[in-house]
């Protein structure tokens, strides 16, 4: 069983998961943080030769993580109301106890996840934006200077994304699009390091450009996957089953 794991609002999961059904990819379910957290029946093992899940979704279906054998994992968050008559004490672990559930979950698929948890991300590790832009002039994309403020109430303006592109297994998708192609095989092995450097599989990476040159923006491992089309489709199927497969 394959799994596209993502939030409820998540339209770029629907899309990556019917693409992947079209090209073949079976059995496939399209789950959301919410019926992980709601199912059923959960049960959830953690011992000394590692951890496991089985979980009886809607319907009755079950689910093992023994049984999971690929996963697209964008999970943002642990989809969490606090109690109403709780004390805020009281909430707070509540919520705390909940995501350390859903990352343990997670966990548990990780060795085949795409992308993979950490303990400051449910699908790869989140960054400020200053984390980002010292991580990206590693990976040698331009870098304009950066506006930062710790003031209440302070809106710093830096350059906005103009494109956008996403890096999947060494692979750039999406650059096609760029005003200027030119530019791409300048910035594409950059973007390459950069996910490299952050230790994610798939990140979008944003991209301003000024009719000259292109400078780096963001980055996010939950990107639109829509923006790398059929292509980025494909390259989830290959990862997947090994395998090649053609389209209409």
Request: net charge positive.
């Amino acid at each position: 069983m394959w799994l596209v794991l993502g939030d409820p609002a998540d339209r770029a999961a629907v899309w990556a998961y019917e693409g992947l059904r079209k090209r073949g990819l079976a059995p496939l379910e399209l789950l959301t943080s919410d019926a992980l957290i709601r199912s059923a029946r959960q049960e959830h093992r953690v011992g000394p030769d590692g951890a496991g899940f089985r979980i009886r979704l809607a319907g009755g279906r079950p689910l093992e993580s023994g049984d999971v054998r690929g996963v697209l994992n964008r999970v943002v968050r642990a989809p969490v109301r606090p109690p109403v008559l709780a004390t805020p004490a009281d909430s707070d672990y509540a919520v705390g106890e909940l995501n350390a559930l859903m990352l343990s979950w997670l966990l548990c698929v990780a060795p085949v996840a795409v992308n993979r948890p950490s303990p400051v991300g449910f699908c790869g590790a989140w960054r400020s934006a200053a984390e980002w832009a010292v991580l990206a002039a590693r990976a040698g994309l331009p870098v304009p200077v950066l506006a930062l403020s710790g003031r209440t109430g302070a809106a710093p303006q830096n350059r906005p994304a103009t494109h956008s592109v996403v890096v999947f297994k060494e692979q750039v998708y999406g650059g096609e699009r760029l005003p200027d192609a030119r530019c791409l095989p300048d910035v594409a092995p950059a973007c390459v390091r950069l996910a490299r450097l952050a230790g994610t599989h798939l990140l979008g990476v944003g991209l301003h450009h000024d009719g000259r040159s292109v400078s780096f923006t963001g980055a996010t491992p939950v990107p639109d996957l829509r923006i790398g089309g059929g292509a980025l489709v494909d390259g989830l199927h290959r990862h997947f089953t090994g395998t090649a497969v053609t389209t209409g």
